[in-house]
């Protein structure tokens, strides 16, 4: 059966803090590493008062210090907000503390809005016109010193800390299969492309030094509960953020509620069901079931489920219930 992994958004339940939200992703990170679970990723966004992880590479290393095998990294690192060699530098210190377990997943997006893109910084010109010199850079700062290379990460140097591209369109997807890197696409949010992005990915692929066939990775909301009812309430808080944001009003992760009806309007309902397609919510047999199908679809080598739920306790329950079926998945495949 193929690794599951978690990409935690570190969400912020409405009438908590950063610090509680970071507290309860520590825990997750723990109970997942219990649970099998592969590798734990953070995600890169700025002002955002729902999401607690902006500094993702502060976020890593307080999550790896509270685990002890699982992975750890970034879903992503949006590159474009930074220089390359402080990338680098933060992953390459990363690695040197936790050797063997660091990720260093790289987005192109800014993970914002315009007028924080440019409070980072950012050149708002067209994202893609230095993003793959600055992931080769990235890749050489992190690799074997060079003859002649003045420039160096300390630490970073040799550390060799696995890149991945992330993307949501076709171009990641090719630049993945130019470079020869593993891909993880944003099927949770963004799906549309996803079959294409994986033929694209899959076709174009070239073997490079780190990799000698297609890995690609797909992120997947699920929730599970005990009942397909409660999975489908407690599914309504991500529901109701997603609209949020995509009217322009992100704010902290809403609580639950027994009917969307009211909320928002039939078209809304439609839009937000459309990106959000790629999820599985419902009671263990449903999860197990929709997970099989999703898997058997896409052909993926991983997946990492992301699950914003309001209460962390039945955040918790939810990866319990997906780490339980994923046994089963397995226990069915080795049949």
């Known amino acids: 059966m193929i690794p599951f992994s978690v990409l935690d958004l570190a969400p912020v339940p409405r009438g908590s803090t950063p610090g509680d939200a970071l507290r309860h992703s520590r825990d997750l990170a723990i109970h997942a590493e219990s649970l099998g679970f592969h590798r734990y990723w953070l995600a890169e966004h700025h002002n955002m008062t729902g999401i ?12 790896a210090e509270a685990t002890k095998t699982i992975r750890v990294g970034s879903g992503g690192i949006m590159l474009p907000n930074h220089a390359p060699l402080v990338i680098a530098e933060q992953f390459g210190t990363l690695a040197s503390l936790y050797p063997g377990r660091i990720d260093l997943g790289l987005g192109r997006a800014p993970g914002t809005d315009y007028a924080t893109a440019r409070a980072l910084r950012r050149s708002l010109g067209p994202s893609d016109d230095r993003f793959p010199d600055d992931v ?29 591209l992330l993307g949501s369109s076709l171009f990641s997807a090719r630049l993945a299969a130019e470079m020869g890197l593993p891909f993880a696409f944003a099927s949770h949010f963004a799906p549309d492309l996803m079959m294409q992005a994986l033929e694209v990915y899959r076709g174009m692929f070239r073997p ?33 953020a997603f ?34 397609s790629s ?50 998945l397995a226990t069915g495949a080795a049949a």
């Open 208 to 240: 490079s030094d780190v990799l000698a066939k297609p890995y690609a990775m797909l992120g997947i909301n699920v929730v599970a509960a005990d009942t397909d009812q409660e999975a489908r309430r407690l599914f309504t808080s991500q529901q109701q």
């Open 136 to 164: 080769v850079e990235l890749q050489q700062y992190l690799g074997p010193l060079l003859p002649g290379q003045t420039v160096r990460a300390v630490p970073g140097i040799d550390t060799k800390v696995p890149l991945w």
């Open 52 to 63: 607690a992880s902006a500094a993702t590479a502060v976020v890593i290393g307080y999550i």
């Open 279 to 328: 999820a599985v919510v419902g009671s263990p047999d449903t999860v197990r079931d929709g997970l099989a199908a999703f898997i058997d679809r896409t052909r993926a080598d991983e997946l990492i489920i992301t699950a914003q739920v309001f209460d962390p306790a039945a955040r918790k329950h939810s990866y319990t219930l997906v780490a339980e079926q994923h046994a089963k």
């Open 243 to 276: 609209w949020n944001l995509r009217r322009g009003a992100p704010g902290q992760l809403p609580p639950p509620v027994n009917s969307m009806e009211g909320i928002w309007t039939p078209m809304e309902k439609a839009q937000v069901d459309h990106a959000l």
